[in-house]
């Protein structure tokens, strides 16, 4: 859920203090837990418990990807996003259904029907909602918009947008970011101290674009 302040050693001892078992166990802690546990102070217990709620604002397609199902990482929760509006709706989704999303194949649509049918995730699943940690989608992506059909890979430090605020920004416009070039990328979109993949997008022969080029593309102008 990338919650500030919250790494392996702190998860370690929640998990050893038997205070944690899950995900949803988190929303659950309070200052008493906490100080409870070597090393914290009032200080940092706050600051981790306003962590914690803060992260209640996360989206859907983080969410997923908290979950550890098999075959479900960043880009693939991303995807699910564009067809199920939360939870519950992919929970009932049917393995026909997920095939037919892109990229979803025979053991990842099983490991998704898997994971929904254990009664244990299904705890966790009621838990979360109870805590208020259930987003919503908005669909924007299966509906279209200006990128979509489009697949962006990002190389630097833009001038104003983060990592993850470039891809929400080209996820709402219907396009999709992933980390590697290939010759399915559309768009190289290109930023200070790129590494390597400007030389493999290149060779690839991909459209290489900045950030203003990008917001161009999606407020409809013509790139040149």
């Known amino acids: 859920m990338d919650i500030a302040g919250l790494g392996i050693r702190i998860v370690e001892q929640l998990v050893e203090s038997g205070l944690v078992k899950d995900v ?48 479900v990482g960043e880009v693939m929760a991303q995807d699910l996003t564009r067809h199920y509006h939360n939870l519950e709706d992919l929970s009932h989704a049917s393995e ?7 990229g979803v194949g025979p053991n990842i649509a099983l490991a998704i029907l898997d994971w929904f049918a254990q009664p244990r ?3 966790l699943l009621a838990r979360l909602k109870t805590a208020g940690i259930w987003p919503q989608s908005d669909n924007t992506g299966i509906n279209g918009g200006p990128l979509a059909g489009m697949t ?23 396009g999709k970011v992933v980390d ?4 399915n990328t559309s768009y190289l979109i290109l930023g200070t101290d790129p590494g390597s993949k400007l030389e493999k997008a290149r060779g690839f022969g991909i459209s290489i674009i900045d950030e203003a080029a990008l917001r161009r593309m999606v407020e409809g102008l013509q790139v040149e």
């Open 121 to 123: 995730n299904q705890s």
């Open 96 to 102: 026909t259904e997920l095939r037919q999303i892109e």
């Open 180 to 183: 590697s070039v290939s010759r």
């Open 24 to 71: 949803a166990d988190l929303y659950r802690l309070n200052r008493e837990d906490l100080l409870k546990l070597e090393g914290f102070a009032d200080k940092k217990a706050e600051n981790l418990l306003a962590a914690i709620s803060d992260s209640k604002q996360q989206s859907l397609a983080r969410l997923i990807n908290a979950l550890g199902i098999r075959g």
């Open 152 to 174: 962006f890979v990002v190389s630097g430090t833009l001038p104003s947008l983060s990592r993850d605020g470039v891809k929400e920004f080209i996820q709402k416009s219907g």
